[in-house]
């Protein structure tokens, strides 16, 4: 008798289906609140995973693993339900026999924005593309918001569906089919006495990263750009330091929020972060969704703080500490692609999340913005309507973190429009004015070989650096991205993007040394301890000239003749450190 060739086909695929999924790396690619995103007693959440077998994997939370009664399969991925009263904020990822997943960070705060599909954008007058039926209303804080945004959804026939509530801030799906009829709906919802501001969104599916301009050059000597800050310096000062014995410091655990969409966890620089961390001694953690290629966006400004050292790609500044600190967890979060109001819906979340640093590598700037040639920007542009609503929306925002969350700091990219950071008719959000904000410059190093690295002269500003006063402190602008192959050489990223994440790192770990420095003092401590960079103007800079807010006399100690007295700040991540020691027997 012939066997049965369908039966025997199906025999051999049943054996090696599961050699299939074992082979196939579990990744989380996406994580995001589904179903009413209103609802915060009983939250859906849906994940896209890839290398999902046919057994149904655990889910663990934290160091809680979910029931199965809780999960359900949908299209690609899961979808799962948590009650925010039994559950907490934490990280979440999945493990299927001896396959285990990156972890991601779950946020069961109330703060969550829709993101607008394909066919619900369109481009306006300026060329952008921008939602057409989705909008944010910032409500008057003498409203209860919810109620107030239901009121005006139902008087305008439209749905309330995202919301960030401690800024009294909430998402409508507007009835409108085009822009024309968006526009005028807008301006009657804008009239209303109980409403501050509206909020028009203009992303598309973009890769969410701050731009640099063409023509800024990439360094030939990469490996010298780090010494300009000190990085080693760093490291080694805190490996020694703390526990010296005659003076022991313990380092506190602190958390860092990473405003990027995803890291590549197949990537050597990342790949040991996967599953429950921290696992044993207390050490840098990371959470991210996963990327598809490993030099994104994201993977390279999370990279500069927790990247894997001597794997040929990026290096982080955190996890060089980990054998003396008391761990890190890096949060990288985005919420969804609805553009800066996700940005900032993760933002408010994170902080909730007892975040104590965030760095923001992106931000905007207004359709006509020139340089400081002259040439106007094309590059992260905004029309005034959408500036107009974010610049509301941002205020919101750091008048909340001001109320609520005093001794959080926010770590800003100045931008790389080659223009000027501060002027707030142009840039956001670097322009803002207070002291929770810290904004980043960068810096390369110049082809003077023969100058010791606290030498003016040993770097010179990038050519695509934003500049001005409002810029407190220039930092490295290129790094190595991360590679998939073990042992080689990542190509050179640079932008202010990157050097965000070298003062975030450093903010974090003088955190660490001493958690009880408020923002006002870690700004004062990085522009004590900063080098120089450019030339001495007298206080008189030409405003291309003026890379940062210049160093004043009481950063030096106050001695008039100084010879730092007037010049830029340039980050010194070692005696930074040595300053948030010493500020440990004058911060109670």
């Known amino acids: 008798m012939q ?161 960030i509530p401690p800024l009294n801030t909430y998402q409508l799906r507007l009835p409108v089919k085009d822009l024309t009829e968006r526009d005028a709906l807008v301006l009657r919802i804008g009239s209303e006495t109980s409403v501050d501001a509206v909020v028009v969104e203009e992303s598309a599916p973009e890769s969410g990263q701050e731009a640099e301009a063409g023509r800024a050059p990439r360094p030939q000597r990469n490996s010298e750009e780090w010494a300009a800050n000190r990085f080693a310096d760093a490291v080694n000062y805190y490996r020694r330091r703390l526990p010296a014995g005659n003076a022991p410091i313990e380092p506190k655990p602190i958390r860092v929020g990473v405003i990027e969409r995803d890291v590549d966890f197949d990537a050597p620089d990342f790949v040991d972060y996967l599953g429950a961390c921290p696992d044993g001694k207390p050490r840098t953690c990371l959470y991210a969704r996963d990327a598809e290629q490993p030099d994104g966006h994201g993977s390279t400004v999370a990279g500069i703080l927790a990247a894997h050292w001597d794997k040929g790609g990026n290096t982080g500044f955190l996890r060089g500490l980990d054998k003396t600190s008391n761990g890190f967890e890096v949060i990288v979060e985005r919420n969804s692609d609805a553009g800066i109001t996700a940005n900032i819906a993760a933002s408010v979340n994170l902080v909730e999340d007892g975040v104590r640093a965030l760095n923001w590598s992106w931000g905007i700037h207004r359709v006509g913005t020139r340089n400081v040639e002259g040439d106007e920007i094309d590059s992260l542009v905004r029309s005034g309507i959408a500036m107009s609503g974010y610049e509301e929306l941002l205020e919101e925002f750091f008048l909340w973190l001001r109320k609520e969350h005093p001794d959080v700091l926010v770590v800003n990219s100045a931008g790389n429009g080659s223009s000027f950071s501060g002027r707030d008719e142009y840039r956001l959000p670097s322009s803002f004015i207070t002291e929770q904000l810290l904004v980043v410059g960068g810096h390369q190093r110049s082809e003077r070989p023969d100058v010791a690295v606290d030498d003016p002269a040993y770097v010179v500003k990038r050519n695509s650096s934003n500049v001005d006063m409002r810029v407190d402190i220039t930092a490295a602008a290129c790094a190595r991205a991360s590679t998939r192959e073990p042992d080689a050489t990542g190509e050179v990223h640079c932008g202010t993007s990157y050097a965000t994440p070298m003062v975030t790192g450093i903010v974090a770990a003088m955190l660490s040394i001493n958690p009880r420095l408020q923002p006002e003092q870690l700004r004062m401590l990085l522009r004590r301890s900063a080098m120089t960079i450019g030339g001495d103007y007298d206080f008189e800079p030409m405003d291309a000239e003026d890379l940062t807010a210049p160093i004043l006399p009481s950063e030096r100690n106050y001695q008039l003749t100084d010879k730092d007295v007037g010049r830029s700040a340039r980050l010194d991540m070692q005696k930074a450190l040595d300053l948030a020691v010493q500020s440990r027997d004058r911060v109670r």
Not at 73 to 97: I, K, N, P, T, V
Not at 108 to 115: D, G, I, Q
Request: a negative charge.
């Open 3 to 163: 066997p049965n060739r369908a039966l025997l086909c199906a025999f051999f695929m049943a054996l090696l289906s599961p050699l299939a999924d074992a082979a196939e790396a579990l990744r989380i690619k996406s994580l995001q609140r589904c179903g009413d995103l209103l609802d915060n007693q009983h939250q859906d959440w849906c994940l896209q995973v890839r290398g999902l077998g046919s057994t149904l994997p655990k889910l663990h939370l934290g160091e809680s693993t979910l029931p199965a009664s809780l999960v359900r399969r949908s299209e690609g991925g899961l979808r799962l339900q948590l009650s925010a009263a039994q559950y907490r904020s934490a990280a979440l990822w999945l493990e299927d026999g001896e396959r285990v997943s990156n972890p991601v960070w779950l946020s069961l705060n109330s703060s969550h924005v829709l993101a607008a599909t394909p066919d619900e954008v369109a481009k306006n007058m300026d060329g952008l593309t921008t939602y057409v039926d989705l909008v944010s209303v910032l409500i008057e804080e003498s409203h209860e918001g919810r109620d107030e945004a239901s009121r005006l959804a139902k008087k305008y026939g439209a749905e309330v569906v995202g919301a």
